[in-house]
């Protein structure tokens, strides 16, 4: 039972590229997330789905897009990277239609946009 | 949507001391408060949680207490051990949580030998 699972673990990249970032869990959660860690700013809610099928936006969306491929696994991408994305990236999943169901986290993608 | 405001951002006690972290939010539909221990490099994990029909909630020597009235919560570390220091992260979940939890920005308590 791995939990939440990330990939890449590091990456650099040039402004203007584009990524993806991949997550995949295996506790057969409804809901997934991603966030982004930045230092003074705690964790901010970038896009979310609350169940296969759906995704909607958090509080920082903008540059950046998502798919729930599946149950398991919601991807992240940056289509053109810019250095305001320089950042520590977190998926997190949890049950749905618990109100109480804590968040687990996968062990985060450092990047760093040149 | 939900505000959680943390305090202070740093924190530094004697290893043998008690640690208080406060939080404040904002909607009053909030019902569930977990709290995250992240170490340097690692991800945040749960250390423990209330619900909103609990005023205290005990786990060895970690507490944390809920005034609804107020709308804030801390958490209360006592005996503290180097291996608390850390980042301290709270948050609050309001209705069924399907939109995530919203954190607060985080202490970083730092534990003197």
């Known amino acids: 039972n791995a939990g939440v699972t990330q990939t890449p673990k590091f990456q650099v990249l040039k402004t203007g590229q584009s990524m993806t970032l991949q997550c995949a869990q295996d506790?057969?959660?409804?809901?997934m997330y991603w966030y982004r860690q930045d230092p003074g700013m705690g964790l901010r809610l970038i896009y979310y789905?609350?169940?296969?099928?759906?995704?909607d936006k958090g509080e920082v969306p903008n540059g950046y897009n998502v798919s729930r491929l599946n149950k398991r696994e919601f991807s992240l991408r940056l289509e053109s990277a810019a250095p305001s994305q320089t950042s520590v990236y977190f998926c997190?999943?949890?049950?749905?239609?618990?109100?109480?169901?804590?968040?687990?986290f996968g062990n985060g993608t450092r990047l760093t946009v040149t | 949507g939900e505000n959680v405001e943390q305090h202070p951002s740093t924190l530094s006690v004697q290893e043998g001391d008690s640690a208080v972290i406060k939080c404040t939010y904002s909607?009053?539909?909030?019902?569930?408060f977990p709290w995250y221990k992240q170490e340097l490099g690692k991800r945040p994990q749960l250390i423990i949680d209330?619900?909103?029909?609990?005023g205290e909630k005990k786990d060895q020597r970690i507490a944390v207490t809920l005034n609804k009235t107020a709308k804030h919560f801390s958490l209360h570390i006592t005996e503290t051990q180097p291996e608390d220091s850390a980042v301290y992260f709270c948050?609050?979940?309001?209705?069924?949580?399907?939109?995530?939890?919203?954190f607060g920005k985080g202490t970083h308590l730092i534990i003197q030998p």
């Open positions: 997190a999943s949890r049950r749905a239609g618990a109100y109480n169901s804590p968040l687990h």
């Open positions: 506790m057969n959660h409804n809901s």
């Open positions: 789905s609350a169940s296969e099928g759906t995704t």
């Open positions: 909607d009053s539909a909030s019902n569930y």
């Open positions: 209330i619900r909103s029909n609990v």
């Open positions: 948050a609050a979940v309001s209705g069924g949580g399907a939109d995530g939890l919203t």
